[in-house]
């Protein structure tokens, strides 16, 4: 499978001919300016790890051109059809599991808030762990640490995380490595940093740290694309 990193938390993932996109803010995404436009990706899955503007992003248009399923928490999926009349929606909320005919998705705690835009609530923010292909991805949402990362780390082997490191509106780099020691990745991605002034941080602050941990980080540029 691949994984194409869109900066800051959009992420697009191709499993056995299927496409999932995760978390699509494109549009004043500063990181993917002339990488790719929000009207080039047409995703047959849609994840949400919550609905702040930065995560939410792109859906509406999305949704109108390509009218995949969207997996999200019961608020965002009944907002959808409430706001936007669309019904191709898949609800889940915190630790619930699901088997898809592509792949397995647990929703994850994450300790943040969810909300859109107007004020809507959003239900509970969250992650998501993914296992594809018989691998197991990680991708936490907006988070801080939380000591059940520890089960998510006895109970699955994670072949990748996705973990924010921009402070402020997250954790930032210390305690992402702190994360890496609950949850055990193979390897882990750094997302949800420089995008805005309020989470610009040195990324060595993370690289650094891991390496003195004795973890493997792998910082991916916007429009890269690793395989697993
Ligand atoms: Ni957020
Ligand atoms: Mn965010």
Same mark, same amino acid.
């Given at each position: 499978?691949?994984?194409?990193?869109?900066?800051?938390?959009?992420?697009?993932?191709?499993? +056995?001919?299927?496409?999932?996109?995760?978390?699509?803010?494109?549009?004043?995404?500063?990181?993917?300016?002339?990488?790719?436009? @929000?009207?080039?990706?047409?995703?047959?899955?849609?994840?949400?790890?919550?609905?702040?503007?930065?995560?939410?992003?792109?859906? =509406?248009?999305?949704?109108?051109?390509?009218?995949?399923?969207?997996?999200?928490?019961?608020?965002?999926?009944?907002?959808?059809?409430? @706001?936007?009349?669309?019904? +191709?929606?898949?609800?889940? +909320?915190?630790?619930?599991?699901?088997?898809?005919?592509?792949?397995?998705?647990?929703?994850?705690?994450?300790?943040?808030?969810?909300?859109?835009?107007?004020?809507?609530?959003?239900?509970? @923010? /969250?992650?998501?762990?993914?296992?594809?292909? /018989?691998?197991?991805?990680? +991708?936490?949402?907006?988070?801080?640490?939380?000591?059940?990362?520890?089960?998510? /780390?006895?109970?699955?082997?994670?072949?990748?995380?996705?973990?924010?490191?921009?402070?402020?509106?997250?954790?930032? =780099?210390?305690?992402?490595?702190?994360?890496?020691?609950?949850?055990?990745?193979?390897? &882990?991605?750094?997302?949800?940093?420089? &995008?805005?002034?309020?989470?610009?941080?040195?990324?060595?602050?993370?690289?650094?740290?891991?390496?003195?941990?004795?973890?493997?980080?792998?910082?991916?540029?916007? /429009?890269? &694309?690793?395989?697993?």
């Amino acid at each position: 499978m691949t994984i194409t990193y869109f900066g800051h938390s959009a992420l697009q993932i191709e499993t +056995n001919g299927t496409t999932l996109l995760v978390d699509p803010f494109i549009t004043g995404n500063k990181h993917v300016q002339g990488v790719v436009t @929000a009207g080039e990706l047409s995703p047959d899955v849609l994840l949400l790890t919550h609905a702040h503007g930065d995560h939410w992003g792109d859906t =509406p248009s999305i949704i109108e051109r390509a009218a995949p399923l969207v997996v999200a928490d019961f608020e965002i999926t009944s907002y959808l059809g409430r @706001a936007h009349e669309y019904e +191709n929606v898949h609800p889940m +909320n915190t630790g619930g599991a699901w088997d898809f005919e592509w792949g397995r998705v647990v929703r994850t705690y994450a300790r943040h808030s969810s909300s859109f835009l107007d004020g809507t609530y959003g239900g509970l @923010a /969250g992650g998501f762990l993914l296992e594809l292909e /018989g691998k197991t991805i990680y +991708n936490s949402g907006d988070t801080c640490a939380f000591a059940e990362m520890a089960w998510l /780390g006895e109970d699955y082997e994670i072949d990748l995380a996705f973990l924010p490191i921009g402070d402020d509106f997250t954790m930032g =780099p210390e305690e992402a490595v702190r994360c890496v020691e609950m949850l055990g990745p193979k390897q &882990t991605v750094p997302v949800h940093y420089d &995008t805005f002034p309020y989470i610009e941080v040195d990324i060595s602050r993370f690289t650094d740290a891991m390496e003195e941990a004795g973890f493997s980080a792998r910082v991916m540029a916007p /429009g890269e &694309t690793l395989t697993l």
